[in-house]
């Protein structure tokens, strides 16, 4: 067996110095009838390294890659190019095959890292402090939630229509059990966001409100009066990004005031990888830092006074604070949050602000040329590289049949709206840089042929 | 002493190797210092050659960025060298043994990297149509099958992201079964020696934890918790092997007698690679129970995560698995069962808790994994994590602390305290001396139940050379500290820092960089 290093020879000796005849000796206490005594049946023996590849090609065989085929697929995962230094970066051994650094003397490597994650993400968000990431998007969402209860003691969130449903699902199965209140409703298909609504809805019992930029359907709201009416009523606003790359060309929740700005980091250097793993992103104002779940990493000096890293501020967590923990995370996403950030750094200010652009660009481009095709039209004024188109037909199978013609032509809304009749025509379109005009015209003609 | 130097060159001080103590660079040779990206970099320099955009006016809705982000660029080779540089001022199993009690440092094939990264699995949009995604669909179905028949359950949860994650996936469908039938109870009892994700996860969900103390034999009082045991308890959450590294023999008598009082039990299966092919938790009354594929499943643990924690679950509970799951059709082709689709279908799941469909990522590399080993080779590698364990037990005990040692073998992980140190010694003491010596400290002070706690768990990847050679160093490093060797306060001498200060970086937190000059601006302020 090619990752066991003992031979029969080992494990004798082995036997002789523990003092056991066999190796049963040792698991003498798992109850006897409990016990196992030959490999479970119904179940395959080694393999061949070859024949472990072969059977996992085929199945990799089986799945339509979207690198091989117009796409224009995003609503919270998007297809990006990923420069080959990251991938070839992460597989380093140090960082792949690192744990969690709670030996700071040998684990500077990751910890610097994620000092630096920490501060390009903070920027990007607009805000004063990051952590270390979250599992996802999705997950990040609800602990800001949850942060913003512990902060107003209050416990109704008000969540915009354009947040994403899956976030939106999220949120809901743990409010079910932790007794936050939420009110939401299902978007409209309109060119105008919801902010004027929120503002509305705001009352003294409001503990956040959670409003995603762009939204779900591609719209940008300006979000400065929003969080001055969150703000005036003694609540917290709570910005969501799915896609920071819109931060290269859009200003900052953070800019416009938002207390809490989470997001999904998955467009920089992670890769689709059919929904994970993902990194959450996790920032805040200063001031609520003492309130944010998960890891964070600090500056430190040493004993000979060299500057270097620790994980801090753990009296908010579960090793140390057990049931009075900020949050039950352990595990975060360090080796997905590296590859943000060295994406990020190959980027640069002037990377990331010129790969903003063209996506803006290809999104208009693509946005002009599917509002020509007969029966199209894009509903939205404000997008950045996501906007919304209302066809004819029902969305969910006109994605199928452009499959089948081998384009992944988009999200339907019908599927992330399965209940919501009005909605079953709304098709999302995200449009990178890794679509070319090609493949715009491409999905543009077979748009109109299964629509004929 | 009896430490195996072959092949290890003896490390001495700087101070002794000819005089010379400072460079002016502040390197050493090959260790290299290496500043942070905003010192080396500006705003105009990019490791990335795009291409030009077309000329469109622009519909960002007025909300043009104009402030500057603020991020540091650099080329394609600075890059490489930075995190280069970077990477080898960590420790990694790719180094050596990694003896992290509970934390499973197996060793990551490669071929596991490979199978991740096919197009296949690495480049598909988690909302493709269901039918352009039947390979990915199925790795999810196989592995969920694997993990059923290793433990011997009813079904499956697969999109928990990571451990406690998958707790939080367990307890959840705990309270929605006990909602389902009326029953309102508000306490989880948690076993002293729990890691802390437990209480921390029944508390998130709004349960009272209550403590079971712990027997003198380092495993659970089972008279303190039956009789604990009545209408408000909504169940209990057992690690086992527990973090004393030993099996919790009375685990099917616990089962059954929570079961009687109307709760449910949730094992913590962080430590089953102890366990795998030896023995099936539903065997034991588990009800639910989370697996670390990033431990007993080889997937790495990339410095922090990404980790994946599929549960597992009994008849009771499986109704109630989390959204979206896949399930095999009568044709053949396998469906994602979703919000809609639930509705008629699995009217009782708890709801979503993560917005796509868990680590894939993660489930290409187990699967590989255990394709590669097999049901022979999985039990097998259980077998040689608790041998490798009680060699370090045995091996060790004259010279340290082994609190449990006499009651019998430990299962994958071995147990040593602080008794017996020099005063003023503890195990802090030993864990940074080991560092120089070329190793990952173990856990430490963990679990809370034994003093100055050192749990040494090797895995079954390490070789009996490997082992020797972590022996003898451990062995040379609790003489010292028995000795009193006032040098081990002030380990490590050798890596790239000395002892941090983790003080000061708590008392006046330091989270993200800023420019000199505004930091200066800041000061006279």
Known sequence: MRYLPLNSHDRQAMLATVGASTIDD??????EEARLTGPIHDLPMHAPEMMVERHMKKLAGQNLVAGEVPFFMGAGAYRHHVPASVDHLIQRGEFLTAYTPYQPEIAQGTLQMLFEFQTQ????????????????????????????????????????????PHYVGVAKTMARFT????VHSAPSLTAETDIDELIAQIDKNTSCVV?????????????????????????????????????????????????????????????LQFGGPYVGLFGCKQKYVRQMPGRLCGETVD????????????????????????????????????????HMTLLGEKGLRSLAEINHAMAVTAADRLAKVPGVSVMNESFFNEFTLVLPKDARAIVRELADRQILGGVSLGRLYPDEDELSHGLIVAVTETATVEDIEAFAAALQEVLA | MSMNNQGRPTRQSVDDAGGVQQTSTGNRALMLEEALIFEISDSTRTGVDLMDAPKVASRLGGLERKAAIGLPGLSEQETVRHYTRLSRQNYAIDLGLFPLGSCTMKHNPRLNEKMARLPGFADIHPLQPIHTVQGALAVIDELGEWLIKLTGMAGVAMSPKAGAHGELCGILAIRSALEARGDKRSVILVPESAHGTNPATAAFVGYQVEDIPANPDGRINLEALIARLGPDVAGVMITNPNTCGLFERDLKTISDAVHEAGGFV??????????????????????????????????????????SGPVVFSEALAPF???????????????????????????????????????????????????????????????????????ILRSLEDVLDAPFAGAGPCMHEALFSDAGLADGFSTIDIAKGLIDEGFHPMTVYFPLVVHGAMLVEPTETESKAALDQFIGALRSVAERAKAGDASLHSAPHFAPRRRLDETLAARKPVLVWTEPAAEQAEAAE
């Open chain 1, 211 to 271: 409003v995603q930029y762009p939204d779900i359907l591609g719209r940008v709201g300006d979000l400065t009066a929003l969080a001055k009416a969150t703000q005036a009523a003694g609540a917290l606003l709570i910005a969501v990004v799915t896609e920071p790359v819109a931060l290269g060309a859009l200003r900052s929740p953070g800019e416009m005031g938002a207390d809490i700005v989470v997001g999904e980091g998955q467009s920089l250097g992670v890769g």
């Open chain 2, 321 to 391: 698995a989390p959204l979206p799951f896949v399930e095999r059709m009568d044709d053949g082709r396998l469906a994602l069962i979703e919000e809609e689709s639930a509705e008629d279908h699995h009217a009782s799941s708890f709801g979503r808790m993560v917005a796509f469909h868990g680590q894939m990522g993660m489930f290409t590399r187990a699967l590989a994994y255990i394709l590669s080993h097999g049901a022979d080779g999985l039990k097998q590698v259980a077998e040689d994590a608790v041998l490798n364990a009680n060699y």
């Open chain 1, 179 to 182: 007794g936050d209140a939420l």
């Open chain 1, 303 to 342: 004993a000979e006074g060299k500057r270097g890293y620790v994980l801090t501020l753990s009296t908010r967590e579960q090793h140390i604070r057990r049931e009075k923990a900020t949050s039950n995370i352990c595990t975060n996403s360090g080796l997905c949050a590296l590859a943000f950030s060295i």
């Open chain 1, 26 to 31: 040792l698991f003498i206490d798992i109850p």
């Open chain 1, 121 to 164: 993400v903070a920027r990007l968000l607009g805000v004063d402090v990051a952590n270390a990431s979250m599992y996802d998007g999705s997950t990040a969402c609800w602990e800001a939630i949850g942060m913003a209860r512990r902060i107003t003691k209050r416990a109704t969130a008000l969540l915009s229509s354009g947040l994403h």
């Open chain 2, 266 to 307: 949730y094992c913590d299966g962080a430590n089953f690679n102890a366990v795998v092919g030896k023995v099936r938790p539903g065997d034991l009354g588990v009800d639910a129970m989370h697996i670390n594929l990033h431990k007993t499943f080889s997937t790495p643990h990339g410095g922090g995560g990404p980790g």
